[in-house]
């Protein structure tokens, strides 16, 4: 399955953090891209083909203007993860019988319109917390766990497992 | 089980997001209570009693001046989350063997005493992404997704999960 995420109405200086964090979410548990808009950052696209130089992928984050035509023109299955919508263990055999998937993420206010556009709104947990966390809940269950074990391509750098302390390995390609 | 949560190093400013973020999803993600070091934060504590006045739980946000100490002193099983540990999935039922497991969360710093002080260093996933993604799916994946159907005592609102839109019932209690 190939999924792909859009983070909404980044603002610059509030959300670098989080928007940052959304975005290395979507690359290590292994979506294809992350979509943003609101104000474009360069200092965010950097910073994530930092981490794919150093640690490998083909990932990317990509500013777009107008959210409204990408979603009303993907082809695929449309999910908006809000703490309103129906829990995510209720549609996950669904989900996970399509091919290409979108997923929207918020900041505070999301436009009604969002809602009514998407094929589903999932909640993970009907609480309020995060979106990093519902991202990374969300992609656990439905890629099982894969992203534990990847070995993205084109990484310099691997982190080797380790009971105490850091072992990173240097490597060619 | 009985989860706590250690988030070290708090920077008032400029992790106010992120710490905030940690501690919703602990308190979401069933935990009892998360302690942190740093800057005392008295809007972030704010903002965590206004969310439980709202939707309810007893988890709290507690200051603490010494982290060595209560790592120290914690009578149950001691895990720091980090990238560069030993992937969830080999150590999972090691883990659910305890009662009571304290989870450590670093900002970008880490000292390489918390890496030797604690029991376990686990990772989800060896790449570089959030630690706000980290704890929420270590607590999914133990709690397996009980977290998904929670309803805590003493709310004052509750979200009935919704096709479209937003169902928030105000009730007494």
């Not at 150093?54 to 695929?76: A, E, P, Q, R, T």
């Not at 999932?122 to 766990?145: C, K």
Request: aromatic share 12%; with cysteine.
């Amino acid at each position: 399955m190939k999924i792909y995420v859009l983070r909404l109405f980044h603002r610059a200086e509030r959300d670098k953090r989080i928007t940052t964090h959304c975005a290395l979410v979507s690359r290590a548990f292994l979506t294809e891209q992350m979509y943003y808009c609101g104000n474009k950052d360069e200092k965010l696209e950097k910073n994530i083909e930092k981490v794919n130089k150093n640690f490998g992928s083909n990932f990317s984050v990509v500013f777009i203007k107008d959210w409204k035509s990408l979603i009303k023109n993907f082809d695929g299955l449309k999910i908006h993860l809000t703490m309103y919508g129906i829990p995510l263990l209720e549609k996950i055999d669904y989900i996970k019988s399509f091919n290409k998937v979108l997923i929207i993420v918020g900041s505070e206010k999301v436009p009604k319109e969002v809602y009514e556009m998407v094929d589903l709104n999932i909640s993970i947990t009907n609480q309020p917390h995060s979106e990093i966390a519902a991202l990374a809940v969300f992609l656990d269950r439905i890629f099982e766990g894969k992203e534990f074990y990847t070995n993205f391509e084109n990484a310099m750098l691997k982190i080797i497992p380790s009971e105490k302390g850091k072992i990173v390995k240097k490597q060619n390609y």
